[in-house]
Every structure is written in C-alpha cells, then in structure tokens.
C-alpha cells in the first residue's frame, strides 16, 4: 500500500531546527532572495525600479543610486516597519505553515516569546498575504459550490420551558454570516463571505467561467445559477452523491475550516472571518506540497504584498 504524502520524507523538507541554525546572516539572504528573485537578491529600488544601489552593511539598508532613496529589503510590504529579527520572521512562517488546521496566536507568542499582539498581528499578516494571491482568479472545468454558517451563536435558555425555537429568525443574534467556497474539481478554490448563500451569486458571475459546468446542493440560493451556465444539482437529503454530481471537495474545505474553529482559534466569526476562510483555502490548495516550499510560496507573498493597512504596526519584543 502506498503512503500517503504528507506521512513521507518529501512533505518534510523545512524544520525549526534548520532555520535557528542558519544564523541572522543567511535569513536575512533569504528574504533578499525571495524579494528580487529576478537579479539572485541583489536590491532594486521601490521607487525608481533602478538596480544600482548602495548596500549600508551596518543597518540593513541599501541606498539608490538614481534617486538616492534610503530602503530595507521589507520597506513597502507587509513586514514593514519590523521589530522581529528575520531569524524570527522565517521560523514564524515555518511554524505557521506547519499547522495543518492553522497556528493560535497564543501557542505562536510561546514558541518565539513574543507578547500576544506581536504573534496576533503577525499571523494576520500572513493570512492577508495568502489572500493576495488569490484576487482576480478565474475557475474553471468542474466547480463545486456550497455554502456553510458561521458565528451568530445563541446560548438556549436554562430550563427547558424558557426556550425559543433558534432556527426562527426572530430568536437568532443577526451576527450569523456565511462562508461560500467555489472549487474546481482537483484544482484551486476561492472563498467568500457573504449574509447568505443566494447572495454569492454576483461573485460567481465574476470568477467563474462561462463553460465551467457548476455543481451545487439542493439549496434555493442556488437556482439563479442556471442562466448562467450548466448546473447539476445532487440533493443532501437523499444522497451524498447521485450519478457522478456532488459537491464533497467543498465539503473538505469546511471540514477543514471547522476543525480550525474548533480545535485551534475557537472563534473566528465576524471581521476576521474572512482572513480564516482564505487561510483554510490556501491550505487545500497546497496540501500536497512540502511543507518548505509551503514556507517559500507565503514569505514570497509576504514579500510581494503591499504594507497593509488594517494590520499596521507591531509592539516590542518581551525582554
């Protein structure tokens, strides 16, 4: 009987104990690399694009020759303004993308001794890093859609007679919101957050292929997709499966999501749901891929992403 990749010595090509014995130096060269891939990590300045620079050896600091701009090898992306040493940095990654159900914050800021925040931000970062390179896709071939609820919980009353039927509206938070997952069949997958399924359907006119053939669940929200494109339907309440249609790599993704929520983060309802959506999507889509060059493929995007701006900021290492 074969084994299974992610039990095999190909899925493990990046251990923490390779990138604390590395040394500043080489994590530094590293971060060069992955930053100006195009010239072997020679620098190249943000503002002008000239490849002519000075390196300031004693800061980490290259200076251009063109237009004299002052720049380090993480100004204008989304680690700008770091504190953590790059040592730090790529051992966060590593233990990041080693998290089959993701990484908590709190289990983050004991493995680098950082405080909380420091590991909070840091891991939205990265989140909002993998969700970069997933703007503007397009699926195509066979897409499975489905749809799951998330957050909007309401604790039942203590005694029985006290409590309300929950699946009524009127008795739900209004906080409930869903996640919608579009996945090509053995391919990439694209989520969305929106109030309920049906209104997912603007998004699938926009990144999903007019010959895509669309496979859906029983689920009202669904029937506009008809106009658009061939739709089959496989009906849950009779049958997982019913000649050849189901949606179960959608399911998969959820699985994933829901272990993540209940396992790991407990809760990632609200503004933050959506950076956990995305996160869970990145690790279906890579999840036969070794865990080093998962490390590789997120510091790239790291270092390809724009300073964010919901995620400005870092505090001061502990002492």
Known sequence: ???????????????????????????????????????????????????????????????????YHQFSVTSGTIFASRKLSFTDLLAAIVIFVNGAKGVAALHLSRDLNVQYKTAFVLTHKLREAMAQEQRGRVLNGIVEIDGGYFGGHVKPENYVADRKDRRLKANQSGKRECVVIMRERNGRSLPFVVANEGDAVPMVRDHVGTLATIYADEGAGWDALHAGWETRRVNHSVAFMDEGVCTNQAESYFSRLRRAEIGTHHHIAGPYLFAYAAEMSWREDNRRVSNGQQATMVTEAAMAAPVSRQWAGYWQRAS
Not at 48 to 60: F, L
């Open 1 to 67: 009987m074969a084994q299974h990749f992610l039990l095999s010595a190909a899925a493990r090509t990046l251990s923490l104990k390779q990138v604390f014995s590395m040394g500043e130096d080489r994590a530094y060269d590293t971060f060069c690399l992955l930053r100006w891939p195009e010239t072997d990590g020679e620098a190249v300045c943000p503002r002008c694009g000239c490849c002519e620079t000075y390196s300031i050896s004693t800061r980490r600091r290259f200076k251009c020759v063109g237009c």
